[in-house]
C-alpha cells in the first residue's frame, strides 16, 4: 500500500495547483506592458511626440518663469521684454 505521500491526489493537495495563479500573473503582465505602451502612444499622439514647441509655448513659458522669479515691477518687466525678444526670434 502506498504511503500518503506517493499517493497522487495528496501530493496534488501539498503542491497546489498553480494554473490559475500563473495566469493571473500573465495576465498582469499583459496588462502593465499594454498600459505603458498606450501611454507612449498617447504621449505621441497628443502632447506632439518630440516636435519642438511653438512660438507661444516658448513665449508661455517664458512669462511663467518671470512670474515666478520677479517680485519687483522692473525686473518683470525687463525679463518680459527678454521674452517678447525671444518671441520675435523665434518668428
Known sequence: MPGPVSGGFYCERLTGDT????????TLIIVIIVAVAGYYLYQAVFDGGGEEPS?????ASCSTKCRQGETEMDPYNACLKKCEAALEICR
Open 19 to 26: 494554473s490559475g495563479k500563473e495566469n493571473a500573473v500573465r
Open 55 to 59: 512660438c507661444k509655448q516658448i513665449y
